[in-house]
C-alpha cells in the first residue's frame, strides 16, 4: 500500500513537471529569454573547446588525454593568438621542438600576449649577456620561467648570483645550469647561500657550487 502510494506522488510530480516544460514559453515567457542565450553559449563553449583539442594534437604533439587536460586551462576558437605567439618564439630562434614543449608544459601560454607578457623576461636575459639560442635553451628546459614575475622573480634572483659572481657572464653561466632555479624563491636560495657561507664555504668555492 506505501508503495503504492509512492509511485503515485512520483507519476504525479512527473506530471505537474511535464505540464510545466510544455506551459512555460507560454505561461512565463522571460524563461525564454534566460535559457536559450545559455544554450547557445554552452555550444560555442564546445566548439572552443573542441577546436583547441584538436589543434594542440595536430600542431604540438599533444596526446588526446594531454590536450583535453590542456583545454582545461587554455582555449580559443581561432588561431589569431597561438600563431602570434608561435611566430614570436619563432623570431627568438627557438627551434619548433623547444615552441612545443614549452607548450606542452604551459599550453597557457598560446593565449597570452607575447609582447607584453613573454618579451620583457626574453629582453632581460640578452640584456646579462645571454644569445638568442641560449635564452631557448634556458626557457625550454624550464618553461613555467615564463609565467613568473620579471620584476618580483627573475630579477631579485639574478641580483642574489651578482653578490657571488663576479660578472654576468658567469651569473648566466649558472641559470644556464639549472634554469630550474628561477622558479624558486630567491630567499630559498639566499638560505641556502648564507648557510654555506656560516660554515665558512668560501664565496669562489659557492659559485663553484652553483655552475656545476
Same mark, same amino acid.
Given at each position: 500500500m506505501r508503495m503504492m502510494m509512492m509511485v503515485g506522488f512520483l507519476c504525479k510530480a512527473l506530471s505537474i513537471q511535464v505540464r510545466f516544460s510544455r506551459s512555460s514559453s507560454s505561461t512565463f515567457p522571460f524563461l525564454n529569454q534566460h535559457l536559450y542565450p545559455f544554450s547557445s553559449l554552452s555550444s560555442s563553449s564546445s566548439e572552443a573547446h573542441s577546436f583547441t583539442v584538436s589543434h594542440l594534437i595536430n600542431s604540438y604533439g599533444f596526446s588526446h588525454k594531454q590536450a583535453l587536460l590542456a583545454s582545461k586551462y587554455t582555449n580559443f576558437k581561432t588561431l589569431e593568438k597561438p600563431n602570434l605567439v608561435f611566430a614570436f618564439f619563432d623570431s627568438h630562434g627557438f627551434l619548433e621542438s623547444q615552441i612545443s614543449e614549452i607548450v606542452i608544459s604551459k599550453p597557457q601560454i598560446l593565449v597570452s600576449d607575447p609582447h607584453k607578457s613573454l618579451f620583457p623576461k626574453l629582453q632581460f636575459f640578452y640584456s646579462k649577456g645571454a644569445s638568442k639560442p641560449e635564452v631557448a635553451k634556458i626557457v625550454a628546459s624550464c618553461p613555467t620561467i615564463l609565467t613568473r614575475s620579471l620584476k618580483? /622573480? @627573475?630579477? &631579485?634572483?639574478?641580483?642574489?648570483?651578482? /653578490? @657571488?659572481? &663576479?660578472?654576468?657572464?658567469?651569473?648566466?653561466?649558472?641559470?644556464?645550469?639549472?634554469p630550474r632555479a628561477l622558479v624558486d624563491k630567491?630567499?630559498?636560495?639566499?638560505?641556502?647561500?648564507?648557510?654555506?657561507?656560516?660554515?665558512?664555504?668560501?664565496?669562489?668555492?659557492?659559485?663553484?657550487?652553483?655552475t656545476i
Open positions: 618580483n /622573480q @627573475i630579477i &631579485p634572483y639574478v641580483n642574489l648570483l651578482k /653578490q @657571488i659572481f &663576479p660578472s654576468n657572464e658567469m651569473a648566466m653561466r649558472s641559470i644556464k645550469c639549472f630567491p630567499r630559498y636560495t639566499e638560505s641556502n647561500i648564507n648557510a654555506l657561507q656560516e660554515i665558512g664555504v668560501p664565496k669562489s668555492n659557492t659559485a663553484m657550487l652553483l
